[in-house]
């Protein structure tokens, strides 16, 4: 289940996307899946995806937003930290293949 999923098309093309969750009990949304095209990276897909989905929590009253992703992707890991994210918890085996799940989150203003 998800409550958004948006996507970054280049010419026509699409070439990413990211998903998240909104819990509205508790006001944090959970961002997952942000995935661009291998020939695509680091061009500003990931980036504009991201600041997409924290538009998306703002608008939504969202007062949280958590990133998730997998403890080898330093890229994403980066990402998460230029954009004012936090390291605020894991799970050791939050995937299928048991790799451990870095959770990052900031406020959204």
């Known amino acids: ?46 980036s504009a995806l991201l600041t997409a989905t924290q538009v998306w929590a703002l608008e939504r009253g969202v007062r949280r937003l958590i990133l998730e992703k997998q403890s080898k992707n330093q890229a994403y890991i980066r990402r998460a930290q230029k954009f004012g994210y936090d390291f605020c918890g894991y ?18 203003k």
């Open 1 to 46: 289940r998800r409550d958004v999923v948006l996507a970054a098309i280049h010419e026509g093309v699409p070439i990413g996307y990211i998903s998240a969750l909104a819990e509205r009990a508790s006001a944090v949304a959970w961002a997952t899946d942000l995935v661009v095209a291998p020939e695509q990276r680091r061009k500003g897909a990931a």
């Open 91 to 108: 799970n050791d085996q939050y995937y299928p293949t048991q790799d451990v799940a870095l959770f990052f989150g900031r406020a959204v």
